[in-house]
């Protein structure tokens, strides 16, 4: 079965610090993808990134970076120079590498908040 | 077409009573999902459809709650004599079309109450 382990419940940190979000992960698919998405008080899940199962670089999107390490199943997920409108709740995913569908295993999520 | 479109935003019913969510995907997409999400908690998974049809259901899915996407378009989700154990956030998702993979864009969900 799979599963997905985000052992920080809570992070407060004060604006302008990095924060990382920790992802651990249960498979015993051999390809699979890994999302992260972010939840605003809003409600809605925006999604941020996926990663294939195959492609272990690492991603830097603007302040937001990623790495995924498959010798230790994890996929942590890095804010850097945080701001307040950071905060909100963050899902760490998986699903099986199913043609086209995506059955999302979420994670019990990590509420960030960011202090001015 | 900007995006998931879930109503009612927010339902308060007694406990036995049916109450229907709809969820319009965006338009070009041809898969649709529901998921539960209990407060503290990540979304579950409950059931999918491509186009008009159901492919898959969670064991959450229990026989007084049943999904539906007539024509492949929007889809409803029913659950009939709701229990207080119901309470939940209800989220719609959909993605793309054409094979291949697509992330799954999220509705902002109905918040239901069953006092």
């Known amino acids: 079965a799979q599963k997905v382990t985000q052992a920080q419940t809570e992070i407060s940190v004060v604006e302008k610090e990095d924060v990382t979000l920790d992802c651990v992960y249960e498979?015993?698919?051999?390809?699979?993808?890994l999302f992260w998405y972010k939840q605003p008080p809003s409600g809605e899940l925006v999604f941020l990134i996926r990663?294939?199962?195959?492609?272990?670089q690492n991603e830097i999107s603007g302040r937001y970076s990623w790495n995924f390490q498959k010798s230790t199943s994890s996929f942590n997920f890095t804010i850097t120079a945080s701001q307040v409108v950071d905060s909100a709740v963050y899902f760490c995913?998986?699903?099986?590498?199913?043609?086209?569908?995506?059955?999302?295993?979420f994670g019990q999520g990590t509420r960030l908040t960011i202090n001015p | 077409d900007t995006g998931v479109s879930q109503n009612p935003r927010h339902k308060i019913t007694k406990r036995g009573q049916n109450v229907t969510f709809r969820c319009d995907p965006i338009?070009?997409?041809?898969?649709l999902y529901w998921y539960r999400q209990t407060l503290g908690q990540g979304p579950e998974f409950l059931t999918y459809?491509?186009?008009?049809?159901?492919?898959?259901k969670s064991r959450l899915l229990s026989d007084r709650f049943s999904a539906e996407r007539p024509k492949g378009s929007f889809s409803t989700l029913e659950i009939q004599r709701t229990e207080q154990g119901d309470s939940a956030m209800y989220l719609c998702?959909?993605?793309?079309?054409?094979?291949?993979?697509?992330?799954?864009?999220f509705g902002q969900g109905t918040r239901l109450t069953v006092v």
């Open positions: 995913a998986l699903s099986e590498a199913r043609r086209g569908a995506q059955k999302l295993v």
């Open positions: 990663r294939n199962s195959f492609d272990e």
């Open positions: 998702a959909s993605s793309g079309g054409q094979g291949g993979y697509t992330e799954a864009f």
């Open positions: 338009s070009e997409h041809n898969r």
């Open positions: 498979t015993r698919d051999t390809t699979y993808y």
């Open positions: 459809f491509q186009n008009e049809a159901q492919l898959e």
